[in-house]
């Protein structure tokens, strides 16, 4: 029996071809074969890989003109990842970066993690407990681990060692973060949660960043309405400076919102990088 494709159904249809999972690794590296230093890309709390689209590959192509080959890695919401970023692996995801920087194309010691918002926060996280990269550039990061995103139960968003890591809850059923689904305004649930904290609770979820190898890179947002990144990465900068930190740190803040994150903060961010990384990753 023949199937009839009416409008409707060549609707849905198309609709379920564009809603199929993101791949989870993108990669665009320089083509001369010649090894170049990394830097891998880690997007935010919507999950997928949203670097991994058509539309930016002219951007991350500009990554070249730095001599830096480029991916987008997909850490949930992907092909093969978990569906919800509950209680993610670091273990796992620094297993598949470390797979990236052993491959013939990479300089040896010339690797950076850029994550934006919740990918900020995994790419201290990760260069906090692994010696994987060797550059972090965290872009409107958090101090702190948080609970897992988009979940009403209250959960870790990361795990370490087969153990959920310590984290602040910003509960998704409260007032602050369902009226935020309104108003785009999420920044006064962060604070009232980490107001709520005790320093003890501070302390257990805040990200040891003072054992990361190598330069720190921070962008915050003065005027961020999704969580406080400028205020969050105050406090990254003064936790460096007591513990001593001696590498490279450079903080950019931003005017604009969540979302200032321009072509020319990139360049920033980009040069900066080849300042700190040395001639051996040139």
């Known amino acids: 029996m023949k199937m009839l494709i009416t409008p409707t159904l060549l609707v849905g249809l198309l609709a379920a071809c564009s809603q199929a999972p993101a791949p989870d690794l993108h990669k665009l590296y320089i083509n001369d074969d010649q090894a170049h230093p990394l830097v891998v890309l880690l997007g935010g709390s919507d999950g997928g890989n949203y670097f991994a689209a058509a539309q930016m590959q002219p951007l991350l192509e500009q990554y070249h003109d730095y001599g830096f080959s480029v991916a987008s890695l997909g850490y949930f919401g992907t092909e093969n990842t978990p569906d919800k970023p509950r209680e993610l692996s670091l273990e796992v995801i620094n297993e598949r970066i470390a797979a990236l920087a052993a491959e013939p194309a990479i300089k040896d010691e010339c690797v950076v993690l850029l994550g934006f918002s919740k990918g900020a926060e995994l790419a201290l996280l990760l260069g906090s407990h692994f010696d994987t990269a060797n550059h972090i550039v965290a872009a409107f990061p958090s101090h702190v681990a948080w609970n897992a995103v988009k979940s009403p139960s209250s959960q870790s968003g990361w795990s370490l060692n087969r153990e959920p890591l310590a984290y602040i809850d910003a509960p998704l059923v409260s007032f602050d973060m369902l009226s935020g689904m309104i108003t785009g305004e999420y920044v006064d649930a962060f604070n009232d949660a980490l107001a709520e904290a005790s320093p003890a609770d501070i302390d257990a979820a805040r990200i040891?960043?003072?054992?990361?190898?190598?330069?720190?890179?921070?962008?915050?947002?003065?005027?961020?309405?999704?969580?406080?990144?400028?205020?969050?990465?105050?406090?990254?900068?003064e936790h460096l400076k007591q513990e001593g930190y001696s590498k490279p740190t450079l903080h950019i803040a931003l005017e604009g919102d969540h979302y200032s994150y321009d072509r020319e903060t990139m360049h920033k961010v980009l040069s900066q990088l080849n300042d700190v990384m040395g001639p051996d990753c040139g």
């Open 208 to 237: 040891p960043v003072e054992q990361i190898r190598g330069s720190v890179t921070l962008v915050s947002s003065k005027q961020d309405q999704i969580w406080p990144s400028y205020d969050m990465a105050l406090q990254i900068e």
